[in-house]
């Protein structure tokens, strides 16, 4: 799908693919039953801090009202940039970027790798929720549910420290830092 007025992975800054600061996420959705509902899913690429959006359809106003609604819970210093496929469900993208304030990426069509860290979290996702469930009727509360469960269980890629204990360090190192400097 061609999205209109979008900014390529190509034009998002080496410090996003370098992992180098927090506050950098991609976005996904995962389908279910018949191809009906779905749930939107946020993953901070240097923590693997993982969001999960409770979504009403798949049509782009209900996927930018979705996200919208969880990242808006999230420190606006944790909410800089966000990495998505090119699904028409992100055409209202420019209308999210100036609500968040936060700039959106488009991966190259058919290139899952360039969103590895938010593929990998959609699979241990289908753990809760299996290919062909009906997501409708999972509430806002489930998915925070499974969220936590995920976001503390260790990680071999962080040395078995938890996305949880990353994400609250980086808010940590943040607040420290802005009152050093004031």
Request: net charge neutral; glycine share 6%; charged share 25%.
């Amino acid at each position: 799908m061609q999205v209109p007025d979008h900014q390529t992975i190509h034009q998002r800054p080496a410090e996003i693919e370098g992992r180098e600061f927090p506050g950098h996420w991609e976005g996904d959705l995962i389908i279910g039953q018949l191809n009906q509902s779905c749930i939107g899913t946020l993953v901070e690429r240097k923590t693997g801090f993982l969001v999960l959006c409770k979504m009403e359809n798949k049509s782009a106003s209900a996927v930018r009202e979705g996200f919208e609604r969880q990242l808006k819970k999230i420190d606006r210093f944790l909410r800089l940039s966000m990495t998505y496929d090119r699904g028409s469900e992100m055409a209202e993208h420019p209308l999210m970027s100036k609500h968040l304030k936060m700039a959106i990426y488009f991966a190259d069509p058919h290139a899952p790798w360039q969103r590895g860290s938010n593929e990998n979290i959609n699979g241990l996702l289908r753990q809760y929720f299996p290919k062909g469930t009906d997501l409708s009727g999972v509430s806002q509360v489930r998915l925070n549910d499974v969220a936590w469960l995920l976001n503390t269980r260790p990680r071999k890629r962080f040395d078995f420290q938890t996305p949880q204990e990353l994400f609250d360090q980086a808010t940590a190192d943040y607040l420290n830092h802005v009152a050093l400097d004031s």
